[in-house]
C-alpha cells in the first residue's frame, strides 16, 4: 500500500524557515510527479508547489515564489519542501502529493501540476503555524 507520510511542520516566527519532508513507500512503480499542497481553516486546499519528478522542472504559485523550494531525493524516495521568510499567511495543514501519470513537462503547464486533480496519492499532512 502506498503511503506518504509528512513531516516537520512546527510552529515558528514570521522570518522564520522550516523543510518539509514527504517519505514515500510502498510502491513498485515510480512517481512522475509530486507537490505541495495547503489548506487553511476554513479555505480550500490550495496548491504550493509542484515537480516533474523526470525532468526536474518545478512549479510554484506567486505568494511562495522566491520564498519555498520543491525538491526531490529519489534515491531516499523523500520530496522536501524548504520554506524561508515564513508569514503568518502561510500557515495551513500542508499535504504532499504524488501520481503516476502526469505528462512530461514539455508536454504540459505548470497549472496541470498545480492542480490537485492531478494527484491520486495523498499524505496525512503536516501542520505549519507561523505566528507574527
Known amino acids: 500500500q502506498v503511503q506518504l507520510v509528512e513531516s516537520g511542520g512546527a510552529s515558528v516566527q514570521a522570518g522564520g524557515s522550516l523543510r518539509l519532508s514527504c517519505a514515500v513507500s510502498g510502491h513498485t512503480f515510480r512517481f512522475n510527479c509530486m507537490g505541495w499542497f495547503r489548506q487553511a481553516p476554513g479555505k480550500e486546499r490550495e496548491p504550493v508547489a509542484a515537480?516533474?519528478?523526470?525532468?526536474?522542472?518545478?512549479y510554484y504559485v506567486d505568494p511562495v515564489k522566491g520564498r519555498f523550494t520543491i525538491s526531490q531525493d529519489s534515491a531516499k524516495n523523500t520530496l522536501y519542501l524548504q520554506m524561508n521568510s515564513l508569514k503568518p499567511e502561510d500557515t495551513a495543514m500542508y499535504y504532499c502529493?504524488?501520481?503516476?501519470?502526469?505528462?512530461?513537462?514539455?508536454?504540459?503547464?505548470?497549472?496541470?501540476?498545480?492542480?490537485?486533480?492531478?494527484?491520486?496519492?495523498w499524505g496525512q499532512g503536516t501542520q505549519v503555524t507561523v505566528s507574527s
Open positions: 515537480i516533474d519528478t523526470d525532468s526536474g522542472s518545478t
Open positions: 502529493a504524488a501520481d503516476t501519470r502526469c505528462p512530461p513537462s514539455w508536454a504540459a503547464s505548470g497549472a496541470y501540476y498545480l492542480d490537485r486533480v492531478a494527484y491520486r496519492y
